[in-house]
């Protein structure tokens, strides 16, 4: 969709907009951060997910980029997933939870509130798509203080995860919204989510977004203010410590490749 009117650099009518998930290694199973959308999504769209927002972002379903197909291809089996850590419910994020069925699942109190209870408005009806984990039963949520982890409150105690994974609240996209912080052995890394969802917004000294991610992120904000303040937080993190914590979001191709080459 928009070309490099949306990812900054595509030559065509289409941009790639992608949406990432992230696989950790414990030594208590495997964690997944956000699932992208699931066979189920990718074999039967509809009614899963809404006809508006699958025109509005031509959405390209495919197998082999679903999580389950590249949680086998990397040599592990589905119930190896022992955990699922969610940014947030938006449809292209919890999709896939119902290929995991052994998983817990965390995700913020007021994220899930806002996606089972106040699911009202013509956006919040169709980004939160409750038939995508109808049948999750090992849910765990998080209220949204905790520990300082760099000046952001944190929740750190995630019931049977190690205290090396982290949530980090960042709401404003959504009313739950949150990102996820992993300590490696070269330091810190924070899954933004869609905290931000283009690399030029964390520019340290000149920020910027493009025209149709602009336009996305305004659609689909609860709160601007809280929005745009995370973000501003986000580039204070990087400025300050760039060098312990790298940072990158669901939807920007390139700081996905990045992340791929250091992994």
């Not at 699958?54 to 990397?74: G, K, P, S, Y």
């Not at 119930?79 to 999709?95: C, K, Q, S």
């Amino acid at each position: 969709m928009g070309g490099a009117l949306f990812d900054g650099f595509s030559k065509g009518p289409l941009g790639l907009i992608p949406c990432a998930a992230q696989l950790v290694e414990t030594s208590d199973g495997l964690v997944l951060i956000d699932t992208g959308y699931g066979m189920q999504d990718v074999r039967r769209p509809h009614p899963r997910l809404s006809k508006f927002f699958h025109a509005l972002l031509n959405i390209q379903f495919r197998e082999e980029d679903t999580a389950i197909h590249q949680v086998r291809a990397l040599g592990y089996k589905p119930e190896d997933v022992r955990h699922i850590v969610l940014t947030h419910l938006d449809f292209d994020h919890a999709g896939g939870l119902e290929d995991f069925p052994q998983a817990r699942v965390h995700v913020m109190e007021a994220e899930r509130d806002a996606a089972e209870r106040q699911r009202r408005g013509f956006i919040a009806r169709r980004r939160y798509r409750p038939v995508q984990w109808d049948d999750v039963r090992d849910w765990r949520t998080y209220a949204g203080k905790g520990e300082s982890w760099f000046g952001f409150d944190s929740v750190r105690a995630l019931d049977g995860l190690p205290p090396e994974i982290l949530m980090v609240p960042l709401p404003g996209h959504t009313w739950g919204h949150a990102g996820v912080a992993l300590q490696t052995g070269e330091g810190w890394v924070l899954n933004a989510g869609d905290a931000y969802f283009y690399r030029g917004e964390m520019d340290t000294h000149r920020h910027r977004c493009t025209p149709g991610l602009r336009f996305y992120q305004t659609m689909m904000e609860v709160d601007r203010a809280k929005r745009l303040e995370n973000q501003g937080r986000l580039r204070e993190l990087k400025r300050q410590h760039g060098g312990e914590v790298t940072i990158f979001c669901s939807h920007d191709q390139k700081q996905l490749e990045a992340m791929q080459r250091r992994a």
